[in-house]
């Protein structure tokens, strides 16, 4: 059945960069959005930045400007850059398709079909 992986968390300081990115299930047929969510210890799971299929961007206002979401068609993944992090960015970090046949971008989670199991990102000062 249909699912992602997340890869590309790590360990780093205030003002380091990490890049993530999630295979699998990308883009698919019916998918007309993809999106990054993360959740940090005792938080909600929040919108990061979201991807429409022809290109539109969504970005949470508090990552705006800092992180970018992207496909690469060649390796046919869902990539997020990371740049200036901060210990408020310590989570763990989802990647997940919009539920079928929907357009448009998202940061509801509401709006998503399934979750892959994260990756883990610490951020320390």
């Known amino acids: 059945q249909a699912q992602v992986q997340e890869s590309g968390g790590g360990s780093v300081q205030t003002g380091g960069s990490l890049r993530l990115s999630c295979v699998g299930s990308i883009f698919t047929a019916d998918t007309g959005f993809m999106g990054w969510f993360r959740q940090a210890p005792g938080k909600e799971r929040e919108g990061v930045a979201s991807l429409g299929r022809y290109g539109h961007t969504t970005y949470a206002y508090f990552v705006k400007g800092r992180f970018t979401i992207s496909r690469d068609n060649a390796k046919n993944t869902l990539d997020l850059q990371m740049d200036d992090l901060t210990p408020e960015d310590t989570a763990i970090y989802y990647c997940?398709?919009?539920?079928?046949?929907?357009?448009?971008?998202?940061?509801?989670?509401?709006?998503?079909?399934?979750w892959g199991p994260g990756t883990q990102v610490t951020v320390s000062s």
């Open positions: 997940a398709p919009g539920k079928p046949r929907r357009g448009g971008t998202s940061l509801a989670a509401t709006e998503y079909a399934y």
